[in-house]
C-alpha cells in the first residue's frame, strides 16, 4: 500500500518546482489553447491559421503578464517588454498575413496584459503570484 501511495504525483508539491519562466510558458500555452478553442467553437472562423494567432497574442499576454508580475522588474521594464513583444506580434502577424489584419492582436495582447494588472492591484500584495 506504501509503494502506491509513494507512486502517485502530488500535483501542488510538484508545481512549487516549476521555475518563473515554465509557469509563464504553461500560462502561455493554456491561454493559446483556451482562446483558440473558445473562438473556434463560439465564433465562426473563416481563417483557422488567423485564429491561431491571435489565441498565441492571448497566450503571450498571460504568460508575459505573469513572468513580470514580481518586484524584479520595474514598471518601465514591465512597459518596455510588454511593447516589444507587441511590435513583435505585429511585425509577425504583417509577414504572415497582412498589417490590418495583424493590429487586432496587439489589441488582445494589450487588453489582456492591462487587465491582469488590474486584477492583480486588487490584491493586497498587489500581484496574482502566490509565492
Do not use: C
Request: aromatic letters at 20%; charged letters at 15%; hydrophobic letters at 55%.
Amino acid at each position: 500500500m506504501g509503494a502506491s501511495s509513494d507512486s502517485q504525483i502530488n500535483f501542488s508539491i510538484f508545481v512549487r518546482y516549476f521555475t518563473d519562466m515554465q509557469k509563464a510558458l504553461i500560462y502561455f500555452a493554456l491561454g493559446t489553447v483556451v482562446s483558440f478553442l473558445i473562438n473556434y467553437f463560439f465564433l465562426s472562423s473563416e481563417n483557422i491559421g488567423l485564429e491561431f494567432y491571435y489565441a498565441i497574442a492571448f497566450g503571450a499576454a498571460w504568460g508575459i503578464a505573469y513572468y513580470l508580475d514580481t518586484p524584479d522588474f520595474t514598471l518601465a521594464k514591465k512597459l518596455g517588454l510588454s511593447f516589444v513583444v507587441m511590435a513583435i506580434l505585429v511585425v509577425a502577424g504583417t509577414l504572415i498575413f497582412k498589417l490590418e489584419l495583424a493590429i487586432p492582436s496587439i489589441l488582445k495582447f494589450s487588453m489582456v496584459f492591462v487587465a491582469y494588472y488590474v486584477i492583480a492591484s486588487f490584491r493586497a500584495t498587489k500581484s496574482l503570484r502566490n509565492d
